[in-house]
């Protein structure tokens, strides 16, 4: 097993060589806008609806849904698609061809690919966005915080051996309380 400096190595360089991408190249919107709406598909799937229509462009796309929730609604801007389509293909790869001697190649992979979800979802959230309007910027923002952080330390407590899923969420939920109850005495 690798440690954690291998881990970060591989996962800080290929965030590193995503953000030089990010910086150099047009934006590949159509790509993300794909995972955006699939998000949303796999979402409504999720708690029981149907999918009636899907559409994606470089500009913008749509789905429309037979059941729907501040989940569905705010899943794009904190699950990061891509990345977890990385991980299973790695990991089916490795079962059927044994590949950890390549986990370096998979940590790059999984850095760019959730380099890949913050960026672009920053990027998008600049401009009005319909899905956070529904469910209001409050709200929408204490649910994508609150998601990004537990599906970044759930990602990696997989990945790691030494702590524990629910271990890594309690201790992410007892900072963010502590965080909130200091921006309530700065307030006060």
Request: charge should be positive.
């Amino acid at each position: 097993m690798e440690g954690a400096f291998d881990f970060w190595a591989g996962f800080l360089s290929g965030a590193v060589a995503w953000l030089l991408l990010f910086v150099s190249l047009p934006k590949p919107m159509w790509v993300y806008v794909v995972g955006h709406e699939l998000t949303h598909v796999l979402g409504t799937w999720t708690f029981g609806g149907r999918v009636r229509r899907f559409r994606a462009s470089p500009s913008g796309g749509h789905v429309v849904i037979t059941r729907s929730n501040f989940v569905v609604s705010l899943a794009p801007y904190f699950f990061p698609l891509y990345a977890v389509l990385w991980w299973f293909a790695f990991y089916l790869g490795n079962l059927l061809w044994h590949w950890h001697r390549y986990l370096f190649v998979f940590h790059f992979g999984l850095g760019m690919a959730y380099a890949f979800h913050a960026t672009l979802t920053g990027h998008i959230l600049r401009i009005r966005q319909p899905d956070l309007d529904g469910e209001g910027w409050v709200f929408s923002a204490a649910v994508i915080w609150l998601g990004n952080g537990l599906v970044f330390l759930m990602g990696l407590s997989a990945l790691s051996s030494n702590v524990p899923v629910l271990t890594a969420m309690g201790w992410f939920l007892q900072e963010t309380g502590a965080w909130v109850s200091q921006v309530g005495r700065w307030l006060r």
